[in-house]
């Protein structure tokens, strides 16, 4: 018992630290902590992650906002751009994500140009295109060998209903309903069915059954353009 020694602590009011025992230098500790600072690094993250979660900035690592919805414009340009350009070569991977910002977009489109020219079709666009998005990818899926998801489906055709919503924009200036308007809607119908039939021989591999696929599209496609000659 004679070896016990017992030392009085000297605490600082000013600093908020307790020196130690005698000849044992660094052990100073702060008042409701560790010497480490654990406690106020833990404070940190919890702030950071706070701060993360409900500003504006993110995470470091995290993706773009709208790259995790599905909404990539490089691909909607890029997809717009084939469409545009229907003789050009369409690489085999060019359906593999299933984006439906651009055939959403173009719809609306149409359906707002059909609203100026005076004819009122939402309802019969979203049906159609439901209703054509399913058949289609039902027929094509019996078909092909290798199946698609409809999403894919509904994608491709979205995209390549493009020239028809430039129809729909002139139908805002001049009466389709006449020689003008039917000329146009052929050109329109006959360019929505060489892109759309191009893509879907490239990614089903149906190179053989080109007509097989064109007939369906051209279907699909002449009945939205009925909607731009006539009214309801």
């Not at 773009?64 to 690489?91: D, Q, R, S």
């Not at 058949?135 to 979205?158: D, K, Y």
Request: aromatic share 12%; hydrophobic share 45%; with cysteine.
């Amino acid at each position: 018992m004679s070896n016990l020694h017992f030392y009085q602590s000297q605490y600082d009011t000013s600093t908020g630290y307790s020196r130690g025992m005698p000849g044992v230098s660094g052990t100073t500790t702060p008042r409701g902590g560790y010497g480490n600072g654990s406690g106020n690094t833990g404070q940190q993250l919890e702030s950071t992650g706070l701060l993360a979660a409900l500003g504006t900035g993110g995470y470091p690592d995290e993706a773009p906002l709208l790259e995790e919805l599905g909404v990539n414009f490089g691909h909607v340009k890029m997809k717009t751009l084939i469409v545009l350009n229907p003789f050009g070569f369409i690489e085999q991977g060019i359906m593999d994500d299933s984006d439906l910002a651009g055939p959403i977009l173009f719809c609306l489109l149409f359906g707002t140009f059909l609203l100026l020219s005076g004819k009122i079709q939402f309802g019969y666009i979203y049906g159609l295109a439901l209703l054509g998005c399913v058949s289609l990818h039902t027929i094509f899926s019996l078909m092909a060998t290798n199946s698609v998801p409809i999403s894919r489906t509904a994608s491709v055709l979205g995209y390549c209903l493009l020239p028809l919503v430039f129809m729909a924009g002139v139908g805002v200036i001049v009466s389709m309903d006449g020689y003008l308007g039917y000329a146009l809607s052929s050109l329109a119908i006959a360019w929505c069915t060489y892109s759309a039939s191009a893509m879907f021989v490239t990614v089903l591999q149906l190179s053989e059954m080109r007509l097989l696929v064109a007939y369906p599209c051209f279907l699909f496609y002449a009945t939205f353009a009925v909607m731009t000659i006539f009214k309801a």
